[in-house]
């Protein structure tokens, strides 16, 4: 049986998803005529209590887009040590914006700490670098930041005169994951990126949400990355089923990555954790290869980074192919312990 378990960005658009994308109205977002965009932002603005929204091509154009809106050259951004923007962003911020990552270490469970966050901020001098931004994200690889940490975090850049931006490429799972709306986490944030291509299951898309001001300066610096798309709403439709379609659901891709996680652990041979639509498996170093033929043989790819590797649940993966995915490790372990 053939699954990808590679990433929640695999799904292809359902038969409702391509009907809504198909009958979309549409009009040339680059003159703001596009109805379809516009209702999708004015529906992300709402979902996030913000006053604007922007819809942008990627998660890393509107990661982008935002920390320029947000810095000046020579300013510095903090960050956590393991985030997607500092790690995998091909340092955007740096080529194109003159501004420099200040990376925070962060614990088991991907999160800073407010004293970590107020020691990482320059005394005000003509050496330093001005620090200007935070940069926060959730879920971190699939590990939720809870609504408290992330508010005292945000509220803690605030108070040193920082502005906020949260990469919420999977806030939706943080958000149902903790029984929560996503504006539970945004009090104190100022800007936060939410990718609709992700567990959402849409082909493409990411909304990025904060005051009119910064957005306004997104807009342009969206313009300046050749993000202004034209008949667009037809994306957007994807964008605006999948919010309305596809976020309680969530819940069917933990409860799978926790299954996953369930059949794993009767393997002695195992370490793992899994957080919301992620499992990650470190096998012994000696099988790692014969175990990636054995599950490549039967049709099941995933992440094989060594030396652990990712599964991740998501719209295009079902019971059974969970099922077919533990019973493929067992069969490969069960004279191997
Ligand atoms: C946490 C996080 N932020 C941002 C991104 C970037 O999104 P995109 O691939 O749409 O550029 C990703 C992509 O995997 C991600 O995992």
């Known amino acids: 049986m053939n699954a990808d378990f590679r990433s929640d960005t695999v799904t292809v658009a359902s038969p409702a998803m391509r009907s809504a994308m198909a009958s979309a109205d549409v009009g040339d977002d680059v003159y703001g005529e596009d109805p379809t965009v516009n209702r999708l932002q004015d529906h992300v603005a709402a979902l996030t209590g913000k006053e604007a929204a922007l819809f942008l091509t990627s998660g890393t154009q509107s990661n982008l887009a935002a920390l320029l809106a947000h810095c000046q050259r020579g300013d510095e951004f903090i960050i956590g040590s393991e985030y997607h923007i500092f790690l995998n962003e091909a340092a955007g911020a740096a080529a194109f914006g003159g501004a420099s990552p200040w990376p925070v270490e962060v614990d088991a469970n991907g999160s800073l700490t407010p004293d970590a966050v107020r020691a990482a901020v320059r005394e005000p001098d003509q050496h330093h670098p001005v620090s200007r931004l935070l940069c926060l994200e959730n879920t971190v690889n699939g590990r939720v930041q809870p ?191």
């Open 147 to 337: 609504v408290d940490l992330v508010d005292k975090l945000a509220a803690t850049g605030q108070d040193c005169d920082l502005a906020v931006h949260l990469d919420g490429a999977r806030l939706f799972n943080a958000a149902v994951a903790s029984g929560v709306d996503i504006d539970a986490f945004l009090d104190h944030v100022d800007t936060v990126s939410l990718c609709l291509s992700k567990g959402l299951g849409a082909p493409a898309g990411t909304v990025l949400a904060g005051d009119r001001a910064t957005i306004d300066r997104a807009f342009r610096a969206r313009k300046m990355l050749g993000g202004g798309m034209r008949q667009v709403g037809h994306l957007a439709a994807a964008g605006l089923h999948a919010l309305e379609h596809n976020i309680d659901r969530l819940a069917d891709d933990h409860a799978r990555a926790e299954r996953i996680a369930e059949g794993f652990r009767a393997i002695d041979a195992l370490s793992l954790t899994q957080d919301t639509n992620m499992v990650w498996v470190t096998p012994p170093a000696e099988h790692h290869d014969d175990l990636v033929a054995h599950l490549e043989s039967e049709g099941l790819s995933a992440c094989f980074w060594k030396p652990t590797m990712r599964f991740v649940t998501h719209l295009d993966i079902d019971d059974a192919q969970v099922e077919a995915l533990i019973d493929t490790f067992q069969r490969f372990f069960a004279d191997r312990t």
